[in-house]
């Protein structure tokens, strides 16, 4: 059972939950930019919400099922359409053997997420199916996907059977079929074009001129076509020290935004170093990590003062989200 790549698309790459527990040598966290969509695809179809899946970015590539299985598609829309036909987002859908996947122009966010029931057939580079593209380990060959990769997929989850079994009755001739429930419009991510992203005060904040501690939390900052998956580089009012100092590498996370010498700052993604040597003025709160995952290079950001607190409280909310919805997806077969 396998998927075959027959176009490339601008980078897809196998992302899982993340490589943890090897960051005291040295090694990053990893893992999918969006991982509210990552755990969303996987509950779709049956699989452990941290399997791994594909992350698709901007121009999706054009993939050919080679034999049936059941997929979901979540996260940024980048229009998807099989054998022509639009498919619905968050959502199973069941895809006949010999179907062709293709995706269009993104019409919300930059960033998708393929599953498949059952996950990929990939080897764990320490516990995790990443790509690490830089060292060159996880995912398919420590790489991103290119033409005529043969990517395989285990057979479905006992759920993943029940879904296909409902799916294929109403399928007739189509090259899919997509279920007819999805998740509640309040439970799905806005992605605003230019959000505004929660964020907490960081170690060095205080060390910021008042001017530039205000500028923070109250200005936009562009998005920079220099921005990846290591780090999100903007630009906007310069953010200035009230002296110079020397800042020892100190520890670094998913969301801390650091500011080098030339005052603009850089928001670490998912691929982020381990340690860090700028100044951290702010600290992205957990929750928007998936709406700043999904802002395309040339739109705008914003930041917006919340207490460390009041970040813990949103993100405990959403862990009870994710916990209500597993509930109610095992209650639709």
């Known amino acids: 059972?396998?998927?075959k790549v027959v176009r490339t698309?601008?980078?897809?790459t196998i992302q899982d939950g993340g490589r943890y527990g090897y960051r005291q040598y040295g090694v990053i966290l990893n893992g999918a930019m969006d991982p509210y969509a990552l755990r969303i695809a996987n509950m779709l179809v049956g699989n452990d919400e941290h399997e791994g899946a594909m992350e698709l970015t901007?121009?999706?590539?054009?993939?050919?099922?080679?034999?049936s299985c059941l997929i979901a598609l979540t996260g940024g829309n980048l229009t998807p359409a099989i054998d022509g036909k639009d498919v619905p987002m968050w959502r199973p859908v069941w895809v006949r053997e010999g179907s062709v996947l293709e995706f269009g122009v993104p019409k919300k966010g930059c960033r998708t997420?393929?599953?498949?029931?059952?996950?990929?057939?990939l080897p764990e580079v320490m516990g995790s199916v990443s790509t690490y593209l830089r060292a060159e380990i996880g995912g398919y060959k420590g790489r991103a996907l290119q033409y005529g990769d043969v990517i395989g997929f285990n057979a479905p989850s006992p759920f993943g059977e029940k879904l296909i079994d409902s799916l294929q009755k109403g399928a007739a001739d189509q090259p899919f079929a997509a279920a007819s429930w999805t998740l509640h419009p309040t439970w799905l991510p806005s992605y605003e074009s230019n959000p505004?992203?929660?964020a907490i005060k960081g170690a060095e904040f205080d060390r910021f001129t008042e001017e530039s501690r205000q500028d923070v939390f109250t200005?936009?900052?562009?998005?920079?076509?220099q921005s990846d998956r290591m780090g999100y580089r903007l630009q906007g009012p310069a953010l200035t020290l009230t002296e110079p100092f020397e800042l020892l590498s100190s520890a670094v996370a998913f969301g801390t935004i650091q500011v080098p010498s030339d005052g603009n700052p850089i928001v670490l993604m998912a691929d982020h170093q381990t340690t860090g040597g700028y100044p951290r003025i702010a600290q992205a709160a957990s929750v928007d990590l998936p709406l700043l995952a999904q802002v395309l290079p040339g739109r705008h950001?914003?930041?917006?003062?919340?207490?460390?607190?009041e970040a813990q409280r949103l993100y405990l909310k959403r862990e009870k989200q994710f916990q209500y919805m597993k509930r109610i997806i095992s209650l639709t077969i």
């Open 1 to 3: 059972m396998s998927i």
């Open 9 to 12: 698309g601008l980078l897809t």
């Open 58 to 67: 901007l121009m999706g590539p054009k993939l050919l099922f080679e034999q």
């Open 113 to 121: 997420y393929l599953s498949v029931s059952g996950g990929f057939q």
């Open 196 to 198: 505004t992203i929660r």
């Open 219 to 225: 200005k936009p900052f562009q998005v920079t076509p």
């Open 301 to 309: 950001v914003s930041f917006s003062d919340i207490s460390l607190e």
